[in-house]
Nanobody, 119 residues
């Protein structure tokens, strides 16, 4: 069982930065690929970024490449999303997720944190 709790969301002006954190409980988090997703009102959930359990591989959605950076600290069972050069279209609820071991299928989700970017 893995529980995920996001934090760090808020209101920021366009061009600004935010750092999201995802604190995980459960010993298996460190062995799972983990990722960030987001959902804006009236839109489908969108993949943002993912990181392998060893943090030796990362993957980003096209809309955030070059602006967002995903990282993790397995010793602290915490994952991060550094978001720079934020745009109004980045406004959404951001969710962290953990995949099944040795899989890219996500099975655990956090409750989400709101990010609002004003123009």
């Amino acid at each position: 069982q893995v529980q995920l709790v996001e934090s760090g969301g808020g209101l920021v002006q366009a061009g600004g930065s935010l750092r999201l954190s995802c604190a995980a409980s459960g010993r298996t988090f460190s062995s799972r690929t983990s990722g960030w997703f987001r959902q804006a009102p009236g839109k489908e959930r969108e993949f943002v970024a993912a990181i392998s359990w060893r943090a030796d591989s990362t993957n980003y959605g096209d809309s955030v490449k070059g602006r967002f950076t995903i990282s993790r600290d397995n010793a602290k069972t915490t994952m991060y999303l550094q978001m720079n050069s934020l745009k109004p279209e980045d406004t959404a609820v951001y969710y962290c997720a953990a995949a099944r071991p040795y899989s890219s299928t996500y099975e655990y989700w956090g409750q989400g944190t709101q990010v609002t970017v004003s123009s």
